[in-house]
């Protein structure tokens, strides 16, 4: 799944971008070491971690884009790293569980 059939499913917008982010699986998660321990590469990361080191277990578990829930703001130090690292942040009203259903159609992320 694109990065704009994301944004799209889970009726948000895209806060940084990164051109030709995709996604095969989902993984949602608020426990940044459960995302460590269990999403894999080619995964989208459904949290409400608006913080740098969400950012940062990103960049070791190969994910490309991170679904920010509940409309919570992007920091500019998070949107920073995010630039640097290139992993694409996108903002959503929708709770995880909403977004997860929304983006349904990707299979689960396991490691």
Known sequence: MT???I??????SI????PGAEAKFAYASDLLSDVMGHCGDESVLITIQNHLNAIAVCTLDGIEIVVICHGRPIPDDMAEAAKREGV???TTPLSQFEASVA?????????
């Not at 944004?7 to 948000?12: A, D, P, R, S």
């Open 3 to 5: 990065l704009a059939e």
């Open 7 to 12: 944004v799209e499913k889970v009726g948000g």
């Open 15 to 18: 806060a940084v971008d990164k």
């Open 88 to 90: 694409a942040i996108v």
């Open 103 to 111: 983006l349904s159609a990707l299979a689960p992320s396991r490691k």
